[in-house]
């Protein structure tokens, strides 16, 4: 591996986290690039579960450098909470977390109009993790928004939020609703920002400087394709670039400095928030909420759940240009006799093979299925491929040829141990 992408290849939750940090053996830096704290990566290590949210999941390995590039949009606050949870679980971040001093910041007043604005929107809300994120990328779109490089002019840094407590006050009252406090938000801003000094870098030149020394990069993608604010189901979706390009231009490392780009997929489908998802299906759901899965590391919202859809990987595959697929939760399908695959849409008389973009035409989007027999065994001890069930192999297979890819990972389970490479 060189510089690797690593994507979600359908509406997130694919299991990134999981094969970010497999994959991170082979890396020397892991990127983020864009997303903010509505990720939520879940690693188990040994007996010890961690969830982050905006550090990259390298932090777990001792010789790996972390890096939040320009196009992430940090949480201070949050950020700080998650340091301190990695120091009491033993590990330093400092000195190997690098935080882009160009990335734009999330304060509470974005996450008190992102309440505002769902609020508002009644029905028709996106159903946001409520993490502020629409609202801050609002203000860098905007040119209001604040960078984390202010923090190291303290004095201009806190002119320059007091501004933005201001207009954002100024704007939950246009929406009716409750203002936020002008002193609490100063004290736990600059608090954090005080401890976040140490972490800011040009980080456009530190990965720049690392890859002329040889160094591999591995871009950790949050959210999925369908999420993306370009090409995913817009208007339920976030407000980033959550597809490969997205990595480029959020950490400054050009698409020729690229070498693959792995897309991680779930066996079936899952959704968390509103839009449409034209293979859900409530035995998928039933079976899965049954076995206690499927439950948002984030919100602890419970999941939307369907079949595989492959019109939608097959789509992800060429807006990321994914060279490799990493199929993961394999174990959630063990006890099914049949196991079904959406290969196409119709509406009507007319058959989709990819995404139609008018959304109404995708509400109506019926699912073609295709069945395949399943292999009721359990999977999660299995380690080799070769090892795993006839008809889970003709599964996987199946999966990465409908989608026009190459099957390169498959996953039985969320430890780090239960990763087969093909
Ligand atoms: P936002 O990113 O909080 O603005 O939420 C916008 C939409 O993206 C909502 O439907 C969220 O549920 C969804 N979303 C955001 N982050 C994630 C994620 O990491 N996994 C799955 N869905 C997400």
């Known amino acids: ?54 550090i990259p999941s390298g932090i777990l390995r001792k010789r790996t450098t972390c890096v939040i590039g320009n196009g992430v949009v940090v949480d201070p606050i949050g950020l700080v909470e998650e340091i301190d949870g990695l120091l009491k679980a033993g590990i330093d971040p400092k000195g190997r977390l690098h935080v882009s001093d160009a990335a734009h910041m999330v304060f509470p007043f974005h996450k008190a109009l992102d309440a505002a604005r769902e609020a508002l929107k009644g029905k028709n809300k996106i159903g946001t993790t409520m993490r502020g994120i629409g609202p801050a990328y609002g203000d860098k779109i905007d040119r209001v928004g604040l960078r984390m490089g202010s923090i190291l002019n303290p004095k201009r840094f806190s002119e320059q939020l007091d501004q933005g407590i201001k207009r954002a006050n100024a704007m939950l009252k246009a929406l009716g609703a409750k203002p936020v406090s002008a002193k609490a938000t100063r004290e736990s801003v600059l608090k954090a920002a005080r401890r976040l000094k140490p972490y800011v870098a040009n980080t456009f030149q ?126 959630g399908l063990d006890t099914l006799p049949e196991v079904k695959v959406c290969v196409a849409y119709q509406v009507g008389s007319k058959r989709f093979d990819l995404q139609p973009t008018d959304l109404d035409v995708l509400a109506r989007c019926k699912p073609v299925y295709e069945t395949f027999p399943g292999w009721q065994k359990s999977t999660d001890k299995i380690r080799k491929w070769k090892d ?35």
């Open 1 to 54: 591996m060189s510089n690797t992408i690593l994507v979600g290849a359908q509406w997130g939750d694919e299991g990134k986290g999981k094969i970010i940090d497999f994959m991170t053996e082979q890396a020397d830096i892991v990127a983020r690039a864009q997303g903010g704290a509505n990720a939520g990566h879940t690693v188990i290590v040994g007996k010890t579960q961690y969830i982050l949210h905006l």
């Open 206 to 331: 530190m990965l720049h400087e690392a890859t002329a020394a040889k160094k591999r990069i591995l871009f950790e993608g949050a959210q999925g394709t369908f999420l993306d604010i370009d090409h995913g189901t817009y208007p339920y979706v976030t407000s980033s670039n959550t597809t490969s390009g997205g990595m480029c231009t959020g950490s400054g490392i050009p698409p020729t400095m690229i070498d693959s780009v792995v897309g991680v997929a779930k066996a079936y489908t899952t959704r968390v928030g509103e839009g449409p998802m034209p293979s859900e299906d409530n035995v998928v759901g039933d079976l899965l909420h049954g076995m206690g899965r499927e439950y948002g590391a984030t919100t602890g919202r419970e999941r939307r759940c369907g079949w595989f859809d492959a019109v939608t990987v097959r789509q992800a595959v060429m807006v990321n240009g994914i060279t490799d697929l990493a199929v993961t939760n394999f174990d």
């Open 388 to 422: 795993l069930p006839l008809n889970a192999r003709r599964y996987g297979q199946a999966l990465a040829k409908l989608t026009g890819t190459r099957l390169r990972f498959a996953s039985v389970g969320p430890a780090r141990s239960q990763t087969i490479t093909l």
